[in-house]
């Protein structure tokens, strides 16, 4: 009697246990087609894209644009280079990846993957940060990550738009080694370098929360998430200036484009206090244009295409 009470229980234990896991199962799958249709139905309410814009950027080609970088760090003014790289390309909702092949459910985004590298003393420095926006331009980045090395180590950020911002971080500094943390969808600042190419006017003014660069976070250390800040864009007849002030982080963010599409970033500034302690003092960090060039450049990968970096000054 002992033995068949006990052969239940365990069975009935085995039972639920399964139960449990299909319930989660099927709870996981809701969140990532609640996510895909929450996208799909992003894509069905999109505004009509130009001839000119399916003209220029469905061409085959990446606009690639070098700049002189006077980037500041430590206190002290650095020079280095920078360089934008805007690309279309299909992506896929649920793995938040490019898309290998062409489907109905692949959502088009206008990539950009922004480069820096220099020197600080006898160390260098190399950031690169990728957003993937969705040419619909009605909602935020389907994904944005950051890498981020040097001498001392390397840092690693992630974030996914699902049901909310589902973020990722490595670092090799204490306090921010790994993390793995949700926030509500706000705007990110790394976004608005490609809504900017898309349409301009769309882009959000005011006193709004945003999230900075995750650059600006982790050469910083300040807590990823959203800061007040308050968003303005002048228009004139042949450049326009968005800029974003944080008052609680002490920083000011302009950006220079052609009024006109495609709306080409000409350069920026970024204004905040650099150093540490009694040291640290309020220096602008300075990006101006040296060239575009338009290159299928994943196909120019041979010794003699190295004259296309002596074309960008690079």
């Known amino acids: 009697m002992k033995k068949s009470l006990l052969l239940f229980g365990i069975l009935g234990a085995l039972i639920f246990i399964a139960c ?20 799909d139905s992003t894509l069905e309410t999109a505004k009509e894209l ?55 459910k692949n959502i088009p985004v206008l990539k950009l993957n922004a480069t820096k590298k220099f020197n600080t003393g006898i160390y260098p420095y190399s950031i690169m940060q990728s957003t ?14 950051s890498s981020m090395q040097e001498w001392c180590g390397h840092v690693y950020a992630q974030l ?84 974003i002030n944080y008052p609680s982080l002490n920083r000011n963010i302009s950006i220079t484009f052609n009024s006109a599409f495609p709306y080409e970033i000409e350069s920026w500034t970024e204004t905040f206090k650099s150093g540490f302690g009694a040291n640290a003092k309020e220096l602008i960090t300075k ?8 290159s299928p450049y994943w196909n120019k990968n041979s010794n003699k295409d190295e004259v296309l970096r002596q074309e960008l000054g690079l």
Do not use: M
Not at 287 to 294: N, Y
């Open 160 to 243: 996914n738009n699902r049901a909310t911002y589902d973020i990722i971080s490595h670092s090799y500094f204490q306090g921010e080694a790994d993390q793995d943390f949700s926030l509500e969808k706000d705007i990110l600042e790394n976004e608005l370098w490609t809504k900017i190419r898309i349409d301009p006017d769309n882009l959000p003014q005011g006193d709004l929360k945003i999230i900075p660069s995750f650059e600006y976070c982790r050469l910083k250390h300040k807590e990823i998430k959203a800061y007040s800040a308050k968003a303005t864009l002048q228009k004139n007849t042949t450049t326009s200036v968005y800029s």
């Open 287 to 294: 990006a101006t244009k040296v060239k575009l060039i338009k």
């Open 20 to 39: 449990s896991n299909i319930k989660a199962e099927e709870n996981n799958k809701n969140v990532e087609k609640s996510a895909t249709e929450n996208l």
């Open 50 to 104: 130009s001839s000119a814009f399916k003209e220029y950027w469905y061409a085959g080609n990446a606009e690639i644009t070098s700049y002189k970088l006077e980037q500041a760090r430590y206190g002290e003014s650095r020079e280095g280079k920078a360089v934008l790289i805007y690309v279309t390309e299909d992506f896929l909702p649920k793995e938040q990846v490019k898309a290998d092949y062409q489907n109905a």
């Open 132 to 145: 993937f926006y969705p040419v619909a331009d009605n909602q935020h980045a389907i994904k944005v990550s």
